[in-house]
Structures are given as structure tokens and as C-alpha cells.
């Protein structure tokens, strides 16, 4: 090798070692809802604008439908850093803390503006849970209200003593047993299956989800109560979040803020939208009875109650700080 050669091939080496920061990152994030749910497309959208913010050199591809790692399995990866990023229904978590399921007690914060305080109020005990794993909260997303499905229409609450009720995490759980149902953990994804096989045959989710499920095959009755709106989270594990360039840290947080913006639009925006997709497709959309209401509110000071007990000092907190913003 002549000399200039050398210094050539020196030269190249050194610009090589200079810029590990040129490398690309690619980043798996698993997602539990599928591809047509409005969460997931704000997702893919979020990925987008990453990408283009960071010139292709953060790229994250999403796995819906619970396909990299199942629901129950995706906060526990992200944790151990099997996937550097994942979203999750928030108060499935609430095994390990009722803060986590602030969201899902119903009527406590049954509209946009009170699930917005409510949010304001428990974010920064939410945010710091999830510190202490090694997470670090990007953003979070309402669903739409939650309402009842019905394979036939319930005036009298006794009419649903012993129904088999799909369930998604405690709180529709505790619910359904309120109500006297029978509760089953059941993933968004087997929803039609679960009817079809007949092992529920009630449900309450948001109208989003019974368009993805297309309920209008195995119910008829859409009961308009819209009494929480629990939200899923977008999070990071934060040793990788930290071994990102710092110019890729800001791009992706300047995307979260942005997706949380969108999202909370979208899911409003599906609210109508959606309800209006079941009435379409043959459902009877129908408010709820008096006595019906009346079985559904009072379900609701029992858990809120219950829910208070539980979180303690924490709980405490929240409320006052939502009662503070209202
Ligand atoms: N859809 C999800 C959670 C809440 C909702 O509206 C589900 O039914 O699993």
C-alpha cells in the first residue's frame, strides 16, 4: 500500500468511528389492537412522523394485534427490553397498582373534558410507576365511552342476573359481578369467536371496538351509558430511550406529544362516527332504562369507593387533584 493509500483507508476509518450516531436504529413495538383499530393508525402515523423527523434513522416498526408479543406479555418486554417500545391498555396494570385503573371506574370522568382532568390528575403518579420499571411514558389515548352490549334489550337490571360478560381487565370484571354477570377475560382480538362459541353473550367496550369486532353479528342492542374511557399508553424502555442520540430523544417525544393530540381527537371523533356504523350495520342503539341507570350508577359509587380504599394515599391525591381542575 502506498503511503496516500494508507492515509486513505485511515482516514475512512476514523469518519467511520466518528459517526455512530449515523447508524440506523430499527425498533419492534408490539400493539394488542389490530390494524384498523384508530389506535393502531395513530400509531403507524406516530412511527411515520418519527421516521421522518429523524431522517430514517429511527425506525420503528409496529406489530399489531398482539403478533410480536401477546397484550399480557407486552409491558413485561418492554420492561426487560425484549421490545425497546410497546403500547397496553393502561389499567391492565392495575393488579400491580390501582392507580392504573383510575381510567375504568365508571361515571368517574365519563366525557372528553373530565377524562382529560382525570388524566392531568394521574399522569404524574402513573408516569412515576412506571419510572420505578425502567419505563418511560411517551403518551396515552382514550377509547371512545364504554357501552352495553346486548343480544337482546334489558329494561329490568334483574334480566341480567347470570349473563356471561366478556370482560378486559378488573374493573369490567368487578362490574359484571356487580351487576350479578358472570365475567370472562376475554382479548379484543376473540371477541367474535368468544360470542360465537357462546361463552359470553354481553359486553361493554366503546363503539370503536364493536365496529372492529363487528358486534352486529352476535348482538343486537347497543345501550348508550358511555360510563368510562379507559385509555391505552405508549411507553419506552427508558435505558434505550437514554441510548438514543439526543436529537432522536427530542424527535421522538416531539411525536408523542403529537399523537396524543391526535389520538385524543380521533377517539372523539369516533365516537359518533362509530355509533352511527353499528346503527348502519342493524344494531338498535338505545338509551339506557331509568332502573337500568340507576343498577349502572350505583355500581359505579361502589367501585369508586372501593377503588379510594384500595389506592390509599394515591388515590386520594388523584380525586382531589381531578375535583381541583373541574
Ligand atoms: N376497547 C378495548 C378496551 C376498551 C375498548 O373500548 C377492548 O374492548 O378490549
Redo the contacts with the bound molecule.
Sequence with gaps: MTLSLRRLALATALTALALPAAAQTAWDMPTPYGDTVFHTQNISQFANDVREATDGQLDITVHSAGSLFGHPEIKDAVRRGLAPIGEI?LSRLANENPVFEADSIPFLADGYEDASALWAASRPAVEQLLADQGLTLLYAVP??G?SLYLTEEVTDPAALQGVSFRA?NTATEQLANLLGMVPTQVE?GDIPTAFATGRVSAMM??P??GVSSQAWDFTSVFVDVNAWL?KNVVFVNTDAFEALPEDQQTALMEAAAAAEARGWEMSEAETATQTAALADNGMSVVQPSDALATALAEAGETMTAEWLERAGAAGTAILEAYEAAQ
Design positions: 391498555l377509547w371512545p364504554q378486559y379484543a367496550t366503546s370503536s371496538t379507559p
